[in-house]
């Protein structure tokens, strides 16, 4: 985020929302979604699977509650 605020103005840079795109999984999610600039994540092969995407859903809820 501080990059694209240092090119683009805190007007674009505070406003696009960051993704994670890597392999986010219950045991990871937590400590992803805690990260201060990151908004979300694209989640893969872990939708697939019911208890793995519960996992998931649970450590958003864990991490927005914190907030």
Do not use: C, W
């Not at 240092?6 to 840079?13: A, D, I, L, P, T």
């Not at 908004?39 to 872990?46: E, R, T, W, Y």
């Not at 859903?57 to 927005?64: L, M, Y």
Request: proline share 3%; aromatic share 2%.
């Amino acid at each position: 985020r501080e990059t694209l605020i240092e090119q683009h103005g805190e007007s674009v840079g505070g406003a696009v929302q960051i993704l994670y795109g890597g392999s986010m999984k219950p045991h990871n999610a937590e400590a992803l979604l805690s990260q201060p600039d990151l908004d979300g994540g694209l989640i893969g092969s872990a939708s697939l699977e019911g208890d793995s995407f519960a996992g998931i859903v649970e450590a958003g809820e864990q991490v927005a509650q914190a907030a």
